[in-house]
């Protein structure tokens, strides 16, 4: 008899004829929260009970990035990519505990377990977040706060604990006017260590190097883990920099035996950052942000090494955090943050106004009148770039509709909009790819609507954006390349799309030696691959001079026309006797 197995019933048949159905059972039934992201870790689906721990509704979690729903309990984003960020984007799996944010200001402390998936190249096309309630191990949900605070591979404080040691560290040092000391400790190479051992041996090293960094600390200092080879040492006594110095080489002194791995011998070491309270810091934040800037510094003098802050890096580091702050709660409401400006582009011979150029601006006082470049790198970096652009589009498809009800001769022309390289590199956000998106805009044609993609980024995306760039064209769409000039030029992708324009931006070219000819080159190029140059930037008198023989017919910068708002911008046309094409 063949106890223990039972022939195949028709629901077992059923499941193996149809398995999605299982699957999207099981992930619309899970008590865990499931979230699937794509390869920037914008979210694509969500299930009921990820919307529970966060607070939300579903709709309200697609089109966003991961993080804005969670904190890491090991350490802040990294203003730098660090061997963590590194190892996370390289490895098909990891997990950390995190605190879901909700919307009602309760968080929520859940292990985080991230799986890639892969395509067929094996590189990560989506990422499946799955969330898990932390529970003690007793059963009783975050019953006890011992067990949030301790970091399981180590049994060492954690990123929350040490969080509130800091600020607990901090008021006691304020009432005294007393320091504290903070050191960084990032392990050297630990990453390729970690992967010619393995991860399962490469944990247990972690842990004996742990322990190594604990018998280096004074029972009243405060050492914790971050997450992957970070750790911070708290000084709450006689946190002065010479005694900071001391625990920092004993710190380093402590690494230098020899790991045993397998019969190996593997040599580790530290660099150090150090941070004082109150001279380099206030606040527990910037307490670590300098701690971190200064293991930066230590790092770039070579392994082993120890640093104090360094504070115009620290500066710089705090000031990117808070654009990136800033910007995160901007796009959340973009009609209040952001306007469009349109830079219109001339023909030299005969002054016209050939087309427009739509030119995002920020409502910050300092930063109102600067180009967008600079944050709108920051926006790419937070994955926000797509969803900024389809707002960008949709503004200037109701401003060329108001032109075109108006009477107004701005109506008449070609408007370009320039898109991110996340358009490129990945075909949908919220499930519609660009030109999905496009079809369901309230515009009658879009055969003044010109896209202008980055040239920095197509050669690198153009078997991914190939198909949908040539969908885009379908509807009448004009494209555009933006910056040629700026990064190496493969001719190949430039000739196997249809592009009717590309923009050089001589600012940086006329520095080179040659830049007049290498400007005038470029345009011969674009004219034999039937695409016409726009010579822009061109901002003073003195750039103007040095383009003067280039064969481009049409212009664009600051010297012609700055950017302006659409309510202004045919007035000023009128007044400087600029004819609309």
């Known amino acids: 008899m063949n106890q223990g197995k039972h022939p195949a019933g028709d629901s077992i048949q059923a499941i193996a004829q149809h398995p999605a159905r299982l699957a999207q059972r099981a992930f619309e039934q ?51 990519e660090d061997d963590q960020s590194r190892q996370e984007r390289e490895t ?73 040691r800091l600020n607990h560290a901090i008021a006691q040092a304020e009432r005294a006017d007393s320091t504290l000391a903070l050191l960084f400790i990032d392990i050297d190479r630990f990453k390729a260590i970690n992967d010619a051992v393995g991860h399962i041996e490469g944990d247990r090293m972690l842990g004996e190097l742990a322990q190594r960094l604990q018998r280096a600390v004074r029972s009243k200092d405060t050492l914790a883990r971050l997450g992957s080879d970070q750790f911070v040492v708290l000084l709450e006594k006689d946190g002065i920099a010479e005694a900071a110095q001391i625990v920092a080489e004993r710190l380093q002194e402590t690494l230098e035996p020899p790991f045993v791995s397998s019969g190996r011998y593997l040599l580790m070491s530290a660099s150090i950052g150090i941070a004082l309270y109150p001279d380099d810091a206030q606040d527990e934040e910037t307490l670590i942000t300098a701690a971190r800037s200064a293991m930066y510094t230590a790092r770039k003098k ?16 705090k000031e990117k955090h808070r654009i990136e702050s800033l910007l995160s709660e901007a796009i959340h409401l973009p009609d209040q943050h952001f306007l469009l400006h349109y830079q219109p582009e001339f023909d030299r011979a005969s002054g016209r106004c050939t087309g427009l150029e739509s030119v995002l601006r920020w409502k910050q006082p300092k930063r109102w009148h600067e180009p967008p470049g600079a944050y709108l790198e920051v926006i790419a970096q937070l994955g926000l770039g797509v969803r900024l652009n389809r707002w960008m589009i949709q503004g200037v498809i109701n401003d060329h509709h108001q032109w075109r009800e108006d009477g107004s001769p701005l109506g008449e022309l070609p408007v370009a909009v320039p898109l991110c390289e996340s358009h490129l590199a990945h075909d949908t956000f919220d499930r519609r790819p660009l030109d999905h998106f496009l079809r369901q805009q309230s515009t009658v044609s879009f055969d003044w609507l010109t896209l202008k993609l980055p040239g920095h980024g197509l050669g690198s995306h153009l078997d991914t954006a190939t198909h949908m760039l040539k969908r885009i064209e379908q509807l009448g769409i004009r494209l555009a390349v933006d910056d040629i000039g700026a990064s190496p030029i493969d001719l190949g992708w430039l000739s196997r ?66 950017a302006l708002p659409a309510d202004e911008l045919g007035g000023w046309l009128s007044e400087h006797n600029a004819p609309c094409d």
């Open 92 to 164: 098909p799996s990891w997990q950390q505990e995190v605190l879901c944010r909700r919307d009602d200001g309760e968080s929520m402390p859940v292990l985080m377990m991230v799986d890639a998936l892969l395509d067929e190249e094996r590189r990560p096309q989506y990422y499946l977040h799955t969330f898990i309630l932390l529970t003690s191990p007793e059963g009783g949900r975050t019953g006890s706060r011992h067990w949030i605070h301790v970091d399981p591979m180590t049994g060492l404080p954690n990123w929350l604990l040490l969080r509130d």
């Open 497 to 562: 799309l249809p592009f009717t324009k590309a923009t050089i931006a001589v600012g940086s070219i006329v520095q080179r030696p040659g830049g007049e000819r290498l400007i005038e080159a470029s345009c011969r190029l674009l004219e034999a691959l039937d695409i016409e140059a726009v010579i822009a930037g061109v901002d003073d008198a003195a750039l103007a001079a040095r383009v003067e023989g280039v064969s481009a017919r049409l212009i664009q910068g600051d010297l012609y026309c700055p």
């Open 30 to 80: 899970s008590h865990a929260g499931v979230v699937i992201t794509d390869a920037d870790g914008v979210i694509v689906l969500a299930n009921n009970a990820f919307c529970a721990i966060a607070g939300c509704d579903r709709a309200e979690t697609v089109g966003w990035p991961i993080a804005h729903f969670y904190t890491s309990l090991r350490t802040r984003p990294e203003p730098i």
């Open 302 to 317: 070579g392994p082993g090494r120890l640093a104090f802050v360094d504070h115009r890096l620290t500066a710089r580091l």
